[in-house]
C-alpha cells in the first residue's frame, strides 16, 4: 500500500499536482531545445521527463483514492460499502504500481542517457536489471527509494563532474538539482518512520524539479540566440570527457 499524507488533508496532492505541472514544462522546454539543436540527448532527457509527469498522475489518482469518502446510497449498505472498499483498493493498487513503473522509468532513461552505453550486451544487462528493479519495487516501498537512491547518485556525481569540467551556471544549477531530489528520496525512505519525512520530502523533491525547470528555460533562450551553439555544457555530456 502507498503511503500518503491524508493526515495532512491531502497537501502531498497538491504539491504533487505543481510537480507534475513543472515536470511537464520540463518536457515542454526540452522539446523545444531539441527543435532547435537537434541534439539526440533532449530527445531522451524529454521522454524521461514525459515518464515522470505522468507517474505523479497516478500518484495524485491513488492518494485520492485514500482520501475518497463513501456515500451510503443504497439500502444494502453493508454490500455497498464492501463493494466500494474493493474497487477503492484495486484503483489504489493498480494506480500506484503504475506511478512507480513510470517514476523508475523517467530515471532510467536519463541514466541510460547519461551512460551513453553503446554495448548491446551492456545495454541489454542494464535494461533486464532495471525491469527487475521495478518488479520488485511494485511491493517493497524500500527497494523502490534505494533504487532511486542509487540511480540519483550515479546522476549527481556525474553532473558534479561536468559542472568541475565545463564550470558554467547551468551545469552548476543541474547538478544542485539532483543533488536535492537524491535528498528527497533519502526523506522519503524513512517516510513510514515518521510522515513528517514524507512532506519534507516532497517538497524537497518540488524544488529539485524547479531548479531543472530553470535550467531548461535557460538553455533554451540561450539556443534560440545561438543555435549554432553547444549543449554540452549545460546538460552534463559523458561524452566530452570520455574524449578527453
Request: proline share 0%.
Amino acid at each position: 500500500m502507498p503511503l500518503s499524507i491524508g493526515q495532512f488533508y491531502g497537501i502531498d496532492s497538491i504539491i504533487e499536482l505543481i510537480t507534475l505541472g513543472v515536470a511537464l514544462f520540463i518536457f515542454y522546454y526540452t522539446r523545444k531545445i531539441f527543435k532547435i539543436t537537434k541534439e539526440g540527448e533532449y530527445r531522451f532527457l524529454g521522454l524521461g521527463f514525459l515518464a515522470i509527469a505522468l507517474s505523479f498522475v497516478f500518484k495524485i489518482i491513488s492518494n485520492l483514492t485514500i482520501l475518497y469518502s463513501i456515500k451510503l446510497t443504497q439500502i444494502n449498505f453493508v454490500a455497498f460499502i464492501t463493494e466500494q472498499l474493493e474497487n477503492m483498493s484495486l484503483v489504489n493498487f493498480f494506480s500506484f504500481t503504475l506511478y512507480k513503473l513510470f517514476y523508475l522509468a523517467g530515471f532510467l532513461l536519463l541514466f541510460f542517457m547519461t551512460t551513453q552505453v553503446k554495448n548491446k550486451e551492456k545495454a541489454f544487462l542494464f535494461l533486464y536489471l532495471g525491469i527487475i528493479t521495478i518488479l520488485f519495487s511494485i511491493y517493497f516501498n524500500f527497494v523502490f527509494h534505494m533504487t532511486l537512491i542509487l540511480i540519483l547518485l550515479f546522476l549527481t556525481f556525474n553532473f558534479y563532474q561536468n559542472y568541475k569540467n565545463v564550470k558554467t551556471k547551468n551545469s552548476y544549477l543541474v547538478f544542485w538539482a539532483f543533488l536535492v531530489i537524491l535528498l528527497s528520496h533519502i526523506f522519503l525512505l524513512f517516510a513510514e518512520t515518521n510522515y513528517l519525512f514524507y512532506l519534507i520530502g516532497e517538497i524537497i523533491m518540488l524544488m529539485g524539479f524547479s531548479f531543472l525547470l530553470i535550467n531548461q528555460i535557460n538553455i533554451k533562450n540561450e539556443q534560440k540566440k545561438n543555435k549554432a551553439g553547444s549543449i554540452k555544457g549545460h546538460l552534463g555530456s559523458v561524452k566530452k570527457r570520455q574524449g578527453n
